[in-house]
């Protein structure tokens, strides 16, 4: 059978459509839900260090504003299509609304891959962005953020040239910037941490002690790492990652059965994701092909690379030892998956609830540059889980009392408020 090829807008708009039937929605407030409210695609000039120039294609994408000033990350990936922004950008209003923070969804990308651009072609890279497009961004409007393959130094880059352009300072422009810079301290942190948090609740409901689970993690970057680090932190044993590899072009599963030394597999790992496979074997690791991540007989199982990686084909292989799909990803399981995890009796934690908490923290941080006065790190994870908490706990709560799946209670929860802020301002 051939693989299907799945588009990550149709798959985020059958999601929305599912619910918004389910919800009986307004016909006109659901055909403004299902699609964006606006879309930028440009091209950016970059002059190469050879002297040549090259042109990148790249999206900036908002969704829906009606809950606060859109806000989502900028990602730089080679295979980075319209339809990709466009679901990365529904899911965040979503996302936003399902913490309750008073922020819409955006999304931003760059048809590039970094790992083949020096550092000068990524700031000349991320400068053009903003110069084409600083009319449309700013603290009130749009918020960009760092997402796939961007990083703390790329948002710097593109706020001092925002600042260039206005003549002023605007730090809430843009979040993930470093600390010091008007970056909150926890944020490289956050997405990961606030999966964890999220499981940590889900872990107690469902009366599994942390420090008895296992997981298998796809992706080591941002998210993954900082999950991983977490989640053994609380005691739990990872047993395999999997990573995507530049120099050979594919993705390798590191596994160790007594379980990762997640600080020492940071230590060996690129400033994209990538762990050295040399030094993981000499380290004493086996390495497997990448999906191996996925067949391994642990309890928790953590997609947080890209999305549609579990798939109606990929999932007979999923362990029967696999009790719950943690989605630290955005997108990473396809639709017509939901009923067949569940047919094989595990329990979803929904990507937009799980990885919300590097949207939270982002508008920490804008919380932040507009006060000028920034919380130590405790303070900023101990409100980051209390938002987490009390998210998955109406998340947790509506699924239960109404017997359907987390993902889809996420959804009512955030249509609803989307919803009723699109009735307030009279927009439908
Ligand atoms: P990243 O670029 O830091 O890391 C991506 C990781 O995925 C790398 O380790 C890379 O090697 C790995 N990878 C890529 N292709 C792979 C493949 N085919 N098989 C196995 N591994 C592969 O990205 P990130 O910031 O960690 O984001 C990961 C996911 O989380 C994305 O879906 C992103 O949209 C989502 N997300 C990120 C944030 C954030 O704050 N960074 C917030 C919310 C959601």
Known sequence: MAAA???PFENAQEQFDKVAA????????????????????????????????????????????????????????????????????????????????????????????????????????????????????????????????????????????????????????????????????????????????????????????????????QGFGN??????????????????????????AKAYTFRKKTGCDIEQLAGIKDA????????ALALGYEVFPGEEWLKQDVDIIIPAALENQ??????????????????AANGPTTPDCDELIRKQGIVLLPDFLCNAGGVTCSYFEQVQCGMNYFWDKEEVFEKLENSMTKAFSAVYELSVEKNIGMRDAAYIIAINRVADAVKLRGWA
């Open 5 to 7: 090829v799945y588009n």
């Open 310 to 327: 579990i798939t109606p084909m990929a999932c007979p292989v999923i362990s029967p030892s696999v009790k719950i799909i943690c989605e």
């Open 22 to 217: 389910l919800l009986e929605l307004d016909s006109g407030i659901r055909e403004l839900l299902r699609q964006p409210m606006q879309e930028i695609h440009f091209t950016i000039p970059v002059k190469m260090d050879d002297g040549s120039t090259k042109v990148f294609k790249a999206y900036r994408i908002r969704h829906n504003d009606a809950r606060g000033p859109a806000k989502g990350g900028i990602r730089f990936h080679p295979h980075e299509t319209a339809d990709t922004v466009r679901a990365l950008s529904m899911w965040m209003t979503w996302k936003c609304a399902v913490v309750d923070i008073p922020l819409g969804g955006g999304k931003g990308g760059v048809v590039c891959d970094p790992h083949n651009l020096s550092e000068t072609e990524q700031e000349r890279l991320c400068r053009g962005y903003v110069r084409q497009l600083f009319a449309q961004l700013g603290p009130n409007r749009d918020v960009a953020a760092p997402d796939v393959m961007t990083n703390a130094q790329h948002m710097l880059w593109m706020l001092d040239e925002y600042e260039t352009i206005t003549g002023g300072r605007y730090p809430g422009m843009i979040t993930g910037k470093p600390v010091g810079m008007g970056g909150s301290l926890g944020r490289t942190e956050a997405t990961g941490y606030g999966v964890i948090y999220v499981l940590k609740n889900l872990l107690s409901e469902m009366n599994m002690p942390v420090e008895s689970t296992t997981a298998s993690i």
């Open 223 to 248: 998210v993954a790492e900082h999950a991983a680090s977490l989640y053994s932190q609380l005691g739990g044993t990872v047993i395999a990652v999997s990573c995507w590899n530049q120099a050979d």
């Open 272 to 279: 994209f994701g990538s762990i050295d496979k040399d030094k």
